[in-house]
């Protein structure tokens, strides 16, 4: 029985491969990338078997370069019901790129996106979360290139992303150019900290009752929506195993085994549409709080 049949939960999947994870970039370099053995066609297809047997649809934050190598595959995406949504091309952290490459990358993905689907692209997740108070910059441009929301403002601390201070749920950010609509993966409040519940690595790392009990808890609680995450390979348990160090290999590889069955039980427990068709119909989710963007500084939630 789904816990609550009034709310709407965002469902996204990251389409890129094992071998495009930041972690190991220094392993596996760009250039690289067609040497290694492909599994995103596979795994695609088992998240699509997935969730057509539950009837549910989601959106897809793809690589540009996915899309370039295998166009097949994103219009069966779309063709199946999905939002189609950018996850950059190359999956380079924002803050490793000029504000002129970054333009470059996402008018060149979105592009590739358009055209292969027929379908607008809304919108954007930066290749981990990589929005942070040093790159705030790159919601200006996200506007002026076309897109109308986006999911990259991780509210919580973290080695590589994350501004804690920020608002954890939907909220409008006006730019010079227009406005944008964020909405930042998943947390927690709890004991004055914001603790990371959006799927990806933490769905594998935190059991499953307490996974489905701090969204139940958004849920009932806090009458929100949550955004879910999951990565392609992550339902692989079998991929080859990249060499690096040995916590990255952790963090990547634990409890690949059980991600799919885990996400079934989710989708049995939850009720998920496209990230556009929960923005739009509101179900779950107040009107975005209104956010400006003053001289590259939003405002941040209030603390507690």
């Known amino acids: 029985m789904k816990i609550d049949p009034y709310l709407v939960n965002a469902l996204t999947v990251d389409l890129e491969d094992?071998?495009?994870?930041?972690?190991?970039?220094?392993?596996?370099?760009v250039k690289d990338w067609?040497?290694?053995?492909?599994?995103?066609?596979?795994?695609?297809?088992?998240?699509?078997?997935?969730?057509?047997?539950?009837?549910?649809?989601?959106?897809?934050?793809?690589?540009?370069w996915i899309a370039e190598n295998f166009p097949k595959l994103i219009r069966r995406i779309a063709w199946e019901?999905?939002?189609?949504?950018?996850?950059?091309?190359?999956?380079?952290?924002?803050?490793?790129?000029?504000?002129?490459?970054?333009?470059?990358d996402i008018r060149y993905a979105k592009a590739l996106l358009e055209d292969i689907t027929g379908n607008e692209v809304r919108g954007y997740r930066a290749p981990t979360y990589s929005i942070t108070k040093e790159t705030l910059w790159a919601l200006e441009t996200l506007v002026e290139e076309?897109?109308?929301?986006?999911?990259?403002?991780?509210?919580?601390?973290?080695?590589?992303?994350?501004?804690?201070?920020a608002q954890r749920f939907p909220y409008k950010i006006y730019c010079?150019?227009?406005?944008?609509?964020?909405?930042?993966?998943?947390?927690?409040?709890?004991?004055?900290?914001?603790?990371?519940?959006?799927?990806?690595?933490y769905f594998r790392l935190i059991p499953y009752r307490i996974f489905r009990w701090g969204m139940n808890r958004i849920n009932r609680c806090e009458r929100q929506s949550a955004i879910?995450?999951?990565?392609?390979?992550?339902?692989?348990?079998e991929q080859p195993v990249i060499p690096g160090k040995r916590i990255n290999i952790w963090r990547h590889r634990y409890n690949l085994e059980q991600t799919e069955s885990r996400?079934?039980?989710?989708?049995?427990?939850?009720?998920?549409?496209?990230?556009?068709?929960?923005?739009?119909?509101?179900?779950?989710?107040?009107?975005?709080?209104?956010?400006?963007?003053i001289n590259s500084s939003p405002i941040y939630a209030p603390t507690d």
């Open 34 to 64: 067609l040497k290694w053995e492909s599994r995103i066609e596979r795994n695609t297809e088992r998240l699509l078997v997935l969730f057509e047997e539950r009837k549910v649809k989601g959106t897809f934050f793809i690589l540009g």
């Open 228 to 237: 879910f995450m999951i990565h392609a390979w992550e339902v692989d348990p």
């Open 18 to 29: 094992y071998f495009h994870v930041e972690a190991f970039s220094d392993v596996v370099s």
């Open 176 to 201: 010079p150019s227009g406005v944008i609509i964020e909405f930042p993966p998943t947390t927690l409040r709890v004991a004055r900290q914001n603790l990371p519940i959006a799927g990806g690595g």
């Open 81 to 104: 019901g999905h939002e189609i949504a950018c996850h950059s091309y190359h999956h380079q952290m924002i803050n490793f790129q000029s504000r002129k490459e970054f333009r470059s």
């Open 146 to 165: 076309g897109y109308r929301y986006d999911s990259s403002i991780f509210p919580i601390h973290h080695d590589r992303y994350g501004i804690p201070q």
């Open 263 to 293: 996400l079934g039980r989710l989708l049995d427990d939850f009720h998920f549409a496209p990230v556009s068709e929960v923005l739009r119909l509101g179900e779950g989710v107040a009107t975005p709080t209104e956010s400006v963007l």
